[in-house]
């Protein structure tokens, strides 16, 4: 159990269709974030919020929309996808920024698997 | 954030230690060194980190070099279910800066 939870677990998608990811963290952390795994690539972050607020947007195509209602809750708008946007999203999240050397230390979610047809 | 480099692969015999190195010679002063794994189709799991000293966990030790140009994350009795990608990550300890994970080493363990 990591308490990073995310549903749902398998996704499968047309490129008109639009659907969204949620990511919910029971830890109390301040900070999350949205990653991409494809086959055979390191991770790639895709987005960072601290605080609810985003600070990282790391050139990610706008079909792609993050929202951060509250420090436990991080959601993934897909709109309009492509069969290359397929995919192991994962979330993760970490204490927060400044203070110890410990505000880093990300805890993953299990990801969601999207398969864009 | 310094680059490391790891091996793409190691195999390791079940119950034996596992040794897996790791190259950061540009780290610098204020950079810690991380290790994740990734077991198949879930996410990266925290193991263990450290800035100079060596650390020890109940799930790992590592070992970092005097000039800290390497490391080494030791899993002392290796179980088949340690089969995972390792990544050995250089930070500065500030909060969500952008990490890059890179490819990993690829661990095998053979029973």
């Known amino acids: 159990e990591t308490g990073v939870t995310q549903t749902p677990r398998h996704l499968v998608m047309g490129m008109t269709n639009k659907k969204s990811l949620k990511c919910e963290q029971h830890?109390?952390?301040?900070?999350m974030y949205w990653y991409k795994q494809s086959a055979k690539k390191p991770l790639e972050l895709m987005f960072v919020?601290?605080?609810?607020?985003?600070?990282e947007n790391n050139s990610v195509p706008s079909r792609f929309s993050p929202e951060c209602p509250n420090s436990s809750h991080l959601f993934l708008h897909l709109h309009t996808l492509q069969p290359e946007d397929s995919a192991l999203y994962l979330c993760a999240s970490s204490p927060g920024v400044a203070g110890t050397n410990r505000r880093w230390e990300q805890y993953f979610g299990p990801g969601t698997r999207l398969t864009v047809t | 954030d310094a680059k490391t480099t790891q091996p793409t692969s190691m195999d390791c015999a079940e119950g034996r230690a596992a040794n897996l190195p790791c190259n950061h010679s540009t780290i610098s002063g204020n950079e810690y060194v991380y290790w994740y794994r990734q077991i198949h189709s879930q996410g990266p799991q925290y193991i263990i980190h450290?800035?100079?000293n060596n650390e020890t966990n109940e799930m790992a030790s590592l070992i970092i070099t005097e000039d800290r140009k390497s490391s080494t994350l030791i899993l002392p009795h290796a179980t088949l279910r340690d089969t995972a990608v390792y990544y050995c990550i250089v930070r500065n300890s500030g909060g969500y800066q952008k990490v890059t994970f890179g490819t990993g080493t690829k661990l095998q363990v053979i029973p």
């Open positions: 919020y601290n605080f609810k607020e985003q600070t």
């Open positions: 830890l109390g952390h301040n900070a």
């Open positions: 450290g800035l100079k």
